[in-house]
């Protein structure tokens, strides 16, 4: 079994090597995947990599962060999936 702070750093360690890109921890809940106990941790990062993506912005994309939640199986560890987290409008 692993705690919140093992399942943070592996969902930040998983972000790095799939987004090559620091995070920000934004959310820690603990909640049922596909049948298994397990963390879903949401990551921010900047919604633009590169300088001149933030010239031509998404239609309706204000917030310059985009949200990522990691799913990690709580009994191992286990990397289980990756998803947009869409915040609701104000």
Do not use: H
């Not at 079994?1 to 995070?23: G, N, S, Y």
């Not at 985009?66 to 915040?87: H, N, P, S, V």
Request: aromatic letters at 8%.
């Amino acid at each position: 079994m692993i705690d919140a702070k093992q399942a943070v750093r592996i969902a930040k360690e998983k972000a790095l090597e799939m987004l090559e890109t620091p995070t920000n921890l934004e959310e820690i809940q603990r909640d049922d995947y596909k049948g298994r106990d397990a963390w879903w941790i949401t990551l921010s990062l900047p919604r633009y990599m590169k300088p001149e993506a933030a010239l031509f912005p998404l239609a309706g994309a204000s917030d310059p962060l985009q949200y990522k939640r990691f799913i990690i199986d709580a009994e191992t560890g286990e990397f289980r999936a990756m998803t947009l987290r869409e915040l609701s409008a104000p």
